[in-house]
């Protein structure tokens, strides 16, 4: 048989010893746990084997008892509110620390080229870190208020299952929901839930604060540069040595812009600048020797005369400048063209080195009638071309933006010289000079070059030269009529201008040494890219709004945990475990009065 050995119960007096006032255990204590309750102390249950006899435990002698112990005072009790937050400041502190670091390093980046740092760490590395630290740290703080804030609403009486709503709460996000809408009236408490719930978009507003745009800077490795011609003085001897000839690349140059056969065959010669990065610009404009071309349409110009004593009725054009068309053919005189006759429009108002003057008859499918003529007339002549340039995605634009010339045809023996005003930071006249011998040398070239005719007649045609079988075809529009199509001849001779140009400002003379070249280039700015740190200040403001509430709910539980006397208990759960202990030894209390 087994019996209790050693076994006391003491009910205290309410006002000896025991539980602290202000504690919720306490016999004094408004707490729905334990309110103005005797409690007993068990100190052991024992039981031994005492022979053949059984007595109930109860039914022991008091007096025989030994005398008890007193009641021992409960841990959680030891302390009022007296205390320090000291851990939960630091916290703070280190956290505020870690969002001032964010914010420093972010304002020492911002607009600034990609930091290179040691062991390749990257910014948004530094930045998670430091992101990672302000976010457990400033919890800490959080979760301990709240914590506290249970015991201040305990103390008030309200509802026991508030307080898993509040240790909830101070451990995440769920219990945080939970707690706002739980809970009844707005308390302080709803603080520090809704600071919980915010600090989950931390993370992803810090992620928005950085991003990574690229922009163009000066290149350090290159620069840019276009070739230009300041002069040209390149020419080469004829058959006979009094006579001077274009050097064999002028002539290539020449023939280049009369057979291409594409539209718009001028777009065709544009330089290849030196551009490394793909994308140069020249802050400013630059001058260049050129060749320019420009046309009239004199069709207006022409003077019909008809004579029909033979019978039959024929019709010759002519213009004031001499250059004639033959009626007599009838359809079969395709076009007639000359480089010897000056033109009506142009005369003597610039540096001319070449004239080209045609006339197109207009017949039927069988060229056996003439319908009537057309005519244009071209010049080629020096000038200074006022350039602005720049290369974007590897594609050069140059646009003329102003030209210069002579004012009159060149004088045999005399070179052309081209004077262009001061401009931009150059505060002198420019001057451009292509020698006597050089322009000459062209101007015979072109003497009859462009001279001839074209004619035909079902089946068959026959031209002078070659040259005028592409200023035909090129300039006519396809239908066999001798009709003109848009442009017509005139986009050939400026095929022509811009090829000439191209080889003025890329040529290296055959026989001059290199000390007494004429070319030189414009120098510009090449491009390059750079990835730079940008930093968008707009997503930085909740982690700093979330500082400044964390701060404010500390000091608010503070001072509401001192103002209504409650122990800093915290997050602990002695006190809870502690009520329990009680509430077995009030059991066993009332259960030794009912015996």
């Not at 108002?349 to 197109?360: D, H």
């Amino acid at each position: 048989m087994l019996k209790a050995r050693g076994m006391h119960i003491q009910i205290p007096s309410p006002t000896s010893g025991g539980l602290s006032p202000a504690s919720p255990y306490s016999h004094k204590s408004n707490s729905p746990l334990i309110r103005d309750r005797n409690h007993v102390e068990l100190e052991e249950f024992r039981g031994d084997e005492v022979g053949q006899n059984h007595q109930h435990p109860f039914t022991e002698d008091l007096s025989k008892r030994p005398p008890s112990l007193p009641p021992r005072e409960p841990a959680c009790d030891r302390d009022d509110n007296s205390g320090w937050w000291l851990f939960e400041i630091i916290a703070w502190v280190v956290s505020a620390a870690a969002l001032a670091a964010i914010i420093i390093i972010l304002a020492v980046t911002d607009e600034k080229p990609l930091p290179q740092w040691p062991m390749s760490i990257t910014l948004n590395s530094v930045i998670s870190c430091m992101s990672t630290l302000m976010k457990a740290a400033l919890i800490i703080p959080v979760a301990e208020s709240i914590s506290q804030l249970k015991w201040v609403w305990f103390k008030k009486a309200e509802s026991l299952e508030d307080i898993q709503t509040f240790d909830e709460a101070s451990r995440g996000t769920w219990g945080s929901l939970k707690l706002l809408f739980r809970t009844k009236r707005l308390h302080l408490a709803k603080l520090g839930a809704f600071i919980t719930i915010l600090t989950l978009g931390v993370d992803p507003f810090i992620q928005q604060v950085i991003v990574y745009p690229t922009r163009a800077i000066p290149s350090t490795m290159s620069n840019a540069s276009v070739p230009l011609a300041l002069g040209y003085s390149d020419y080469t001897f004829g058959v006979i040595m009094a006579i001077r000839e274009p050097t064999l690349g002028m002539k290539s140059a020449i023939n280049n812009g009369v057979y291409d056969t594409n539209d718009h065959p001028q777009n065709d010669f544009a330089l290849t600048p030196q551009c490394a990065t793909g994308n140069c610009t020249w802050p400013e404009t630059y001058h260049s020797l050129a060749v320019c071309s420009k046309c009239a349409n004199t069709t207006s110009l022409i003077n019909k005369k008809c004579d029909d004593t033979s019978g039959f009725i024929t019709c010759n054009y002519s213009l004031p400048n001499g250059m004639f068309f033959n009626g007599l053919n009838r359809g079969r005189l395709y076009m007639n063209a000359s480089s010897e006759l000056k033109t009506v429009n142009f005369n003597n108002t610039q540096s001319t080195i070449s004239s080209v003057n045609t006339m197109r008859g207009l017949h039927d499918a069988s060229s056996s009638t003439l319908f009537g003529v057309v005519s244009n007339e071209c010049v080629l002549y020096f000038c200074v071309n006022e350039y602005h340039a720049e290369v974007s995605n590897g594609d050069f634009k140059e646009t003329v933006i102003a030209t210069y010339t002579g004012e009159h045809d060149p004088v045999y023996g005399q070179n052309i010289t081209i004077m262009v005003p001061p401009s931009g930071k150059r505060t002198y006249a420019q001057k451009f000079v292509v020698e006597s011998e050089a322009w000459r040398a062209i101007h015979y070239y072109f003497s009859d070059f462009w001279t001839g005719n074209v004619t035909g007649q079902t089946g068959e045609r026959s031209t002078s030269n070659d040259v005028l079988s592409a200023l035909y075809d090129l300039g006519e529009d396809g239908s066999g009529l001798g009709t003109q199509k848009p442009g017509a001849e005139n986009d050939t001779i400026a095929a022509v201008a811009a090829s000439m140009t191209k080889y003025l400002r890329l040529y290296e003379p055959t026989s001059k040494t290199s000390a007494n070249r004429n070319d030189a280039t414009a120098v510009g700015t090449a491009w390059t890219g750079e990835t730079f740190v940008h930093v968008r200040w707009e997503w930085i403001i909740l982690p700093v709004v979330l500082e400044g509430l964390a701060l404010v709910f500390l000091i608010g539980t503070i001072v509401q945990s001192k103002v209504s006397g409650i122990a800093l208990w915290k997050s602990s759960t002695l006190p809870m475990l502690e009520g329990k202990v009680r509430s077995l030894q009030g059991r066993f209390a009332d259960y030794a009065d009912r015996k």
